[in-house]
Protein backbone atom coordinates (compact mmCIF):
# COMPACT_ATOMS: atom_id res chain seq x y z
CA UNK A 1 0.00 0.00 0.00
CA UNK A 2 1.52 3.16 -1.13
CA UNK A 3 -0.47 6.25 -0.09
CA UNK A 4 0.53 9.57 -1.51
CA UNK A 5 -0.69 13.19 -0.23
CA UNK A 6 -3.79 11.67 0.74
CA UNK A 7 -6.19 14.71 1.81
CA UNK A 8 -10.02 14.70 3.39
CA UNK A 9 -11.84 17.43 3.49
CA UNK A 10 -15.69 17.18 5.07
CA UNK A 11 -17.93 19.96 3.01
CA UNK A 12 -20.29 21.99 5.40
CA UNK A 13 -23.89 22.37 4.90
CA UNK A 14 -23.13 25.97 5.69
CA UNK A 15 -20.84 25.71 2.86
CA UNK A 16 -22.45 23.57 0.77
CA UNK A 17 -25.72 25.77 0.53
CA UNK A 18 -23.93 29.05 0.73
CA UNK A 19 -22.48 28.68 -2.44
CA UNK A 20 -25.58 26.65 -3.82
CA UNK A 21 -24.11 23.56 -4.39
CA UNK A 22 -25.99 20.49 -3.69
CA UNK A 23 -24.22 18.63 -0.58
CA UNK A 24 -23.13 16.15 -3.08
CA UNK A 25 -20.94 18.34 -5.51
CA UNK A 26 -17.13 17.74 -5.15
CA UNK A 27 -16.65 21.60 -5.93
CA UNK A 28 -13.84 22.65 -3.52
CA UNK A 29 -15.29 25.12 -0.71
CA UNK A 30 -12.97 27.12 1.16
CA UNK A 31 -15.35 26.32 4.40
CA UNK A 32 -14.64 22.57 3.78
CA UNK A 33 -12.82 21.30 6.53
CA UNK A 34 -9.92 18.82 6.32
CA UNK A 35 -9.72 15.58 8.79
CA UNK A 36 -6.55 14.22 6.85
CA UNK A 37 -4.68 16.40 5.47
CA UNK A 38 -1.45 15.20 2.86
CA UNK A 39 -0.84 12.24 4.67
CA UNK A 40 1.79 9.95 2.92
CA UNK A 41 3.09 6.31 4.31
CA UNK A 42 4.12 3.06 2.46
CA UNK A 43 3.16 -0.53 4.26
CA UNK A 44 5.18 -3.51 2.47
CA UNK A 45 4.15 -7.37 2.98
CA UNK A 46 4.20 -8.95 6.03
CA UNK A 47 5.07 -5.22 7.86
CA UNK A 48 3.01 -3.44 10.31
CA UNK A 49 2.58 0.52 10.33
CA UNK A 50 0.96 1.52 13.77
CA UNK A 51 -1.02 4.68 13.45
CA UNK A 52 -1.09 6.42 16.28
CA UNK A 53 -2.44 10.05 17.42
CA UNK A 54 -5.77 11.19 20.03
CA UNK A 55 -8.75 10.87 19.40
CA UNK A 56 -9.87 13.23 16.63
CA UNK A 57 -6.76 13.56 14.88
CA UNK A 58 -8.19 11.73 11.70
CA UNK A 59 -6.94 7.89 12.26
CA UNK A 60 -10.29 6.36 11.41
CA UNK A 61 -11.25 8.99 8.40
CA UNK A 62 -8.04 7.60 6.73
CA UNK A 63 -9.12 3.85 7.35
CA UNK A 64 -12.16 4.57 5.48
CA UNK A 65 -10.65 6.78 2.93
CA UNK A 66 -8.28 3.79 1.98
CA UNK A 67 -11.28 1.28 1.72
CA UNK A 68 -13.70 4.18 0.17
CA UNK A 69 -16.06 3.78 2.95
CA UNK A 70 -16.02 7.30 4.35
CA UNK A 71 -19.97 9.28 2.98
CA UNK A 72 -20.06 11.19 -0.22
CA UNK A 73 -19.77 14.61 1.83
CA UNK A 74 -16.17 13.86 1.91
CA UNK A 75 -13.54 14.69 -0.83
CA UNK A 76 -10.80 12.52 -0.72
CA UNK A 77 -7.75 13.39 -3.20
CA UNK A 78 -4.08 12.26 -2.98
CA UNK A 79 -3.41 8.76 -4.37
CA UNK A 80 -3.87 5.43 -2.97
CA UNK A 81 -1.86 2.71 -4.95
CA UNK A 82 -2.18 -0.97 -4.09
CA UNK A 83 0.00 -3.71 -5.62
CA UNK A 84 -1.14 -6.62 -3.73
CA UNK A 85 0.48 -10.14 -4.69
CA UNK A 86 -2.64 -11.06 -6.81
CA UNK A 87 -3.00 -8.02 -9.35
CA UNK A 88 -2.55 -4.69 -9.46
CA UNK A 89 -1.03 -2.10 -8.84
CA UNK A 90 -4.63 -0.20 -8.86
CA UNK A 91 -4.67 3.19 -8.26
CA UNK A 92 -7.77 2.39 -5.63
CA UNK A 93 -8.92 6.55 -6.00
CA UNK A 94 -9.45 6.09 -9.34
CA UNK A 95 -11.10 1.99 -9.42
CA UNK A 96 -14.79 1.88 -10.29
CA UNK A 97 -17.03 1.10 -7.54
CA UNK A 98 -17.82 -2.70 -8.71
CA UNK A 99 -14.14 -3.59 -8.58
CA UNK A 100 -13.72 -1.86 -5.51
CA UNK A 101 -16.50 -3.57 -3.42
CA UNK A 102 -14.20 -7.01 -5.11
CA UNK A 103 -11.67 -5.59 -3.28
CA UNK A 104 -13.24 -4.99 -0.30
CA UNK A 105 -12.93 -7.89 1.98
CA UNK A 106 -11.42 -9.76 0.03
CA UNK A 107 -7.59 -8.21 -0.74
CA UNK A 108 -8.33 -5.70 1.96
CA UNK A 109 -9.94 -6.47 5.15
CA UNK A 110 -10.64 -4.27 8.37
CA UNK A 111 -11.70 -4.95 11.89
CA UNK A 112 -13.45 -2.12 13.92
CA UNK A 113 -13.35 -1.75 17.85
CA UNK A 114 -16.10 -2.46 19.22
CA UNK A 115 -17.37 -6.04 17.74
CA UNK A 116 -20.83 -6.27 19.34
CA UNK A 117 -21.65 -3.21 17.18
CA UNK A 118 -20.10 -4.90 14.33
CA UNK A 119 -21.70 -8.36 14.68
CA UNK A 120 -25.39 -8.95 13.41
CA UNK A 121 -26.87 -9.79 16.91
CA UNK A 122 -29.53 -12.26 15.72
CA UNK A 123 -27.22 -14.46 13.30
CA UNK A 124 -25.12 -17.85 14.08
CA UNK A 125 -21.10 -16.07 14.31
CA UNK A 126 -19.98 -19.50 11.82
CA UNK A 127 -23.19 -17.84 9.52
CA UNK A 128 -21.51 -14.39 9.19
CA UNK A 129 -18.15 -16.01 8.81
CA UNK A 130 -19.45 -18.05 5.90
CA UNK A 131 -21.66 -15.16 4.19
CA UNK A 132 -18.06 -13.23 4.60
CA UNK A 133 -16.91 -16.00 2.49
CA UNK A 134 -20.09 -16.72 0.10
CA UNK A 135 -19.75 -12.83 -1.14
CA UNK A 136 -16.65 -13.42 -2.68
CA UNK A 137 -16.46 -17.27 -4.02
CA UNK A 138 -18.52 -19.44 -5.59
CA UNK A 139 -18.66 -22.15 -3.13
CA UNK A 140 -21.44 -24.58 -1.36
CA UNK A 141 -22.78 -23.46 1.86
CA UNK A 142 -21.38 -26.43 3.46
CA UNK A 143 -18.39 -25.67 1.94
CA UNK A 144 -18.34 -22.21 3.24
CA UNK A 145 -19.22 -23.46 7.28
CA UNK A 146 -16.54 -25.65 6.58
CA UNK A 147 -14.13 -22.55 5.88
CA UNK A 148 -15.34 -20.74 8.67
CA UNK A 149 -14.80 -23.17 11.09
CA UNK A 150 -11.60 -23.09 9.85
CA UNK A 151 -10.82 -19.94 10.34
CA UNK A 152 -12.26 -20.20 13.58
CA UNK A 153 -9.20 -22.66 14.14
CA UNK A 154 -7.20 -19.93 12.87
CA UNK A 155 -7.85 -17.27 15.37
CA UNK A 156 -7.29 -19.96 18.17
CA UNK A 157 -11.24 -20.12 19.73
CA UNK A 158 -11.61 -22.95 21.42
CA UNK A 159 -13.97 -25.92 20.41
CA UNK A 160 -14.82 -24.02 17.36
CA UNK A 161 -17.53 -26.49 15.50
CA UNK A 162 -19.43 -25.86 18.52
CA UNK A 163 -18.97 -22.26 18.95
CA UNK A 164 -19.59 -21.62 15.11
CA UNK A 165 -23.51 -22.48 16.21
CA UNK A 166 -23.03 -19.77 19.05
CA UNK A 167 -24.99 -15.90 18.60
CA UNK A 168 -22.76 -12.90 19.65
CA UNK A 169 -24.26 -12.46 23.10
CA UNK A 170 -23.37 -16.01 23.91
CA UNK A 171 -19.31 -15.28 23.08
CA UNK A 172 -16.76 -13.10 25.54
CA UNK A 173 -15.58 -9.49 24.12
CA UNK A 174 -12.61 -11.34 23.90
CA UNK A 175 -13.99 -13.97 21.70
CA UNK A 176 -16.26 -11.69 19.35
CA UNK A 177 -13.15 -10.06 18.05
CA UNK A 178 -11.53 -13.07 17.77
CA UNK A 179 -14.37 -13.69 15.09
CA UNK A 180 -14.75 -10.30 13.62
CA UNK A 181 -10.33 -11.16 12.99
CA UNK A 182 -11.56 -14.83 11.21
CA UNK A 183 -14.16 -12.80 9.25
CA UNK A 184 -11.48 -10.16 8.14
CA UNK A 185 -8.78 -13.21 7.57
CA UNK A 186 -10.59 -15.92 5.86
CA UNK A 187 -10.83 -14.23 2.26
CA UNK A 188 -6.92 -14.08 2.73
CA UNK A 189 -6.91 -10.19 2.32
CA UNK A 190 -2.75 -9.02 1.90
CA UNK A 191 -3.48 -6.05 3.56
CA UNK A 192 -5.67 -5.85 7.05
CA UNK A 193 -6.60 -2.67 8.37
CA UNK A 194 -7.17 -2.98 12.58
CA UNK A 195 -8.60 0.11 13.92
CA UNK A 196 -8.38 0.41 17.87
CA UNK A 197 -9.14 -3.53 17.56
CA UNK A 198 -8.32 -3.51 21.34
CA UNK A 199 -9.62 -0.55 22.98
CA UNK A 200 -13.03 -2.26 23.89
CA UNK A 201 -10.93 -4.99 25.82
CA UNK A 202 -9.59 -5.21 29.15
CA UNK A 203 -5.92 -5.54 29.22
CA UNK A 204 -5.19 -9.54 29.72
CA UNK A 205 -7.63 -10.02 26.66
CA UNK A 206 -6.04 -7.05 24.93
CA UNK A 207 -2.98 -8.64 25.04
CA UNK A 208 -3.93 -11.89 23.74
CA UNK A 209 -5.39 -10.35 20.58
CA UNK A 210 -2.12 -8.54 19.85
CA UNK A 211 -0.47 -11.72 20.31
CA UNK A 212 -3.15 -13.25 17.73
CA UNK A 213 -2.28 -10.50 15.37
CA UNK A 214 1.16 -11.19 15.65
CA UNK A 215 1.31 -14.60 14.85
CA UNK A 216 -1.51 -14.14 11.60
CA UNK A 217 1.15 -11.51 10.11
CA UNK A 218 3.73 -14.23 10.10
CA UNK A 219 1.44 -17.23 9.38
CA UNK A 220 0.06 -15.29 6.42
CA UNK A 221 2.68 -12.38 5.51
CA UNK A 222 -0.14 -10.06 5.85
CA UNK A 223 0.34 -6.06 5.62
CA UNK A 224 -1.41 -4.38 8.47
CA UNK A 225 -2.40 -1.61 9.42
CA UNK A 226 -2.73 -1.18 12.86
CA UNK A 227 -4.74 1.83 14.20
CA UNK A 228 -4.29 2.97 18.17
CA UNK A 229 -4.41 6.35 20.47
CA UNK A 230 -2.20 4.28 22.84
CA UNK A 231 1.29 4.56 21.87
CA UNK A 232 2.15 1.44 24.26
CA UNK A 233 -0.10 -0.43 22.13
CA UNK A 234 0.93 0.36 19.37
CA UNK A 235 5.02 -0.11 20.10
CA UNK A 236 4.11 -3.84 20.80
CA UNK A 237 3.26 -4.80 17.41
CA UNK A 238 4.39 -2.36 14.70
CA UNK A 239 7.87 -2.24 12.83
CA UNK A 240 6.99 1.48 11.97
CA UNK A 241 5.27 4.18 13.72
CA UNK A 242 3.06 6.72 11.95
CA UNK A 243 2.01 9.78 14.68
CA UNK A 244 -0.61 12.12 13.39
CA UNK A 245 -1.95 15.50 15.18
CA UNK A 246 -4.93 17.00 14.33
CA UNK A 247 -5.07 15.46 10.84
CA UNK A 248 -1.52 15.37 9.71
CA UNK A 249 1.58 13.12 10.21
CA UNK A 250 3.84 14.55 12.26
CA UNK A 251 6.34 11.88 12.49
CA UNK A 252 7.17 8.34 10.53
CA UNK A 253 10.19 6.43 11.46
CA UNK A 254 11.27 2.81 12.58
CA UNK A 255 9.60 2.01 16.21
CA UNK A 256 12.88 2.34 17.27
CA UNK A 257 13.55 5.55 16.47
CA UNK A 258 10.29 6.70 17.35
CA UNK A 259 11.12 5.41 20.57
CA UNK A 260 14.54 6.23 20.90
CA UNK A 261 14.92 9.44 18.74
CA UNK A 262 11.75 11.32 18.89
CA UNK A 263 12.06 14.17 15.96
CA UNK A 264 9.01 16.22 16.26
CA UNK A 265 8.39 18.15 19.81
CA UNK A 266 4.65 16.59 19.75
CA UNK A 267 6.46 13.14 19.57
CA UNK A 268 8.90 13.90 22.01
CA UNK A 269 6.08 15.82 24.33
CA UNK A 270 3.88 12.41 24.00
CA UNK A 271 6.76 10.04 25.52
CA UNK A 272 7.28 12.54 28.09
CA UNK A 273 3.97 12.17 29.51
CA UNK A 274 4.04 8.27 29.48
CA UNK A 275 5.00 7.30 32.76
CA UNK A 276 7.63 4.12 33.30
CA UNK A 277 9.26 2.30 36.15
CA UNK A 278 11.45 5.01 36.51
CA UNK A 279 9.65 8.19 36.81
CA UNK A 280 9.69 10.35 39.82
CA UNK A 281 6.69 9.69 41.58
CA UNK A 282 7.03 12.70 43.45
CA UNK A 283 6.56 14.89 40.76
CA UNK A 284 4.22 15.74 38.35
CA UNK A 285 3.71 14.08 34.87
CA UNK A 286 4.87 16.54 32.43
CA UNK A 287 2.17 17.17 29.78
CA UNK A 288 1.56 19.03 27.07
CA UNK A 289 -0.02 22.52 27.21
CA UNK A 290 -2.76 23.83 25.53
CA UNK A 291 -5.61 21.90 23.56
CA UNK A 292 -5.89 20.27 19.86
CA UNK A 293 -7.28 22.44 17.27
CA UNK A 294 -11.09 21.45 16.31
CA UNK A 295 -10.84 20.48 12.62
CA UNK A 296 -12.81 23.71 11.87
CA UNK A 297 -10.02 25.72 12.58
CA UNK A 298 -8.11 25.60 9.34
CA UNK A 299 -4.47 26.78 10.34
CA UNK A 300 -2.08 27.17 7.37
CA UNK A 301 0.69 26.44 9.32
CA UNK A 302 1.97 23.73 11.40
CA UNK A 303 -1.32 22.49 13.78
CA UNK A 304 0.88 22.16 17.08
CA UNK A 305 2.31 25.53 16.64
CA UNK A 306 0.14 26.87 18.84
CA UNK A 307 1.13 24.62 21.30
CA UNK A 308 4.95 24.02 20.77
CA UNK A 309 7.90 24.91 22.48
CA UNK A 310 10.15 24.92 19.99
CA UNK A 311 8.07 27.40 17.22
CA UNK A 312 9.59 29.70 15.20
CA UNK A 313 8.20 32.32 13.34
CA UNK A 314 7.65 30.50 9.56
CA UNK A 315 5.84 27.54 11.48
CA UNK A 316 2.84 29.55 11.62
CA UNK A 317 3.18 30.21 8.08
CA UNK A 318 2.37 27.19 5.88
CA UNK A 319 2.48 23.49 6.72
CA UNK A 320 6.22 21.92 7.23
CA UNK A 321 7.10 19.15 4.40
CA UNK A 322 7.98 16.15 5.71
CA UNK A 323 11.72 15.59 5.68
CA UNK A 324 13.75 12.79 6.05
CA UNK A 325 16.30 13.55 9.69
CA UNK A 326 17.81 10.54 8.94
CA UNK A 327 17.45 7.76 6.79
CA UNK A 328 13.89 5.84 6.96
CA UNK A 329 12.74 8.70 9.90
CA UNK A 330 10.61 11.50 8.85
CA UNK A 331 9.72 14.52 10.64
CA UNK A 332 7.29 17.51 9.44
CA UNK A 333 9.23 20.03 11.62
CA UNK A 334 11.38 22.51 10.31
CA UNK A 335 13.38 23.15 13.73
CA UNK A 336 14.22 20.09 14.40
CA UNK A 337 15.68 19.74 11.07
CA UNK A 338 18.11 22.98 11.32
CA UNK A 339 19.16 20.97 15.25
CA UNK A 340 19.58 17.73 13.35
CA UNK A 341 21.61 19.59 10.18
CA UNK A 342 21.10 15.84 8.23
CA UNK A 343 21.39 15.68 4.39
CA UNK A 344 17.37 15.85 3.51
CA UNK A 345 16.44 13.08 1.66
CA UNK A 346 13.62 14.75 -0.47
N1 LIG B 1 -18.72 12.22 8.33
C1 LIG B 1 -18.04 13.26 8.84
N2 LIG B 1 -18.41 14.53 8.58
C2 LIG B 1 -17.71 15.57 9.08
N3 LIG B 1 -16.63 15.45 9.84
C3 LIG B 1 -16.19 14.20 10.15
C4 LIG B 1 -16.87 13.04 9.66
N4 LIG B 1 -16.21 11.94 10.11
C5 LIG B 1 -15.18 12.40 10.85
N5 LIG B 1 -15.16 13.76 10.87
C6 LIG B 1 -14.16 14.59 11.56
O1 LIG B 1 -12.86 14.18 11.18
C7 LIG B 1 -11.97 14.32 12.28
C8 LIG B 1 -11.18 13.04 12.49
O2 LIG B 1 -12.05 12.02 12.97
P1 LIG B 1 -11.56 10.52 13.17
O3 LIG B 1 -10.78 10.07 11.98
O4 LIG B 1 -12.77 9.72 13.52
O5 LIG B 1 -10.59 10.61 14.43
P2 LIG B 1 -9.82 9.44 15.21
O6 LIG B 1 -8.37 9.76 15.06
O7 LIG B 1 -10.27 9.55 16.62
O8 LIG B 1 -10.20 8.14 14.58
C9 LIG B 1 -12.80 14.74 13.48
O9 LIG B 1 -12.64 16.13 13.66
C10 LIG B 1 -14.20 14.39 13.07
O10 LIG B 1 -15.13 15.26 13.68
MG1 LIG C 1 -11.16 6.44 15.39
Redesign the pocket.
Known sequence: MDVRGLSVA?QSKRAASKSGVESNSTVASSEGAF?VRDLSFTIARGKVLGLV?E????????SLALMRLL?Y??RVSGEIIFAGGNGGPDSLLELPDENMRLLRGSRIAMIFQEPMTALNPVMRVGDQIAEAILAHDQVSKSEAWQRAVEGMKDVAIPDAERRARDYPHQLSGGMRQRVMIAMAIVNRPELLIADEPTTALDVTIQAQILDLLADLRAKFRLAMLFISHDLAVVSQVADRVAVMYAGSLVELASKRDLFQAPAHPYTRGLLRAVPTLHTDRARPLQTIEGTVP??QTALPGCPFEPRCGDRIPECALELPPLVEVSPGHWARCPVVNRSVRLPVGV
Open positions: FAGSGSGKSVTPQASA
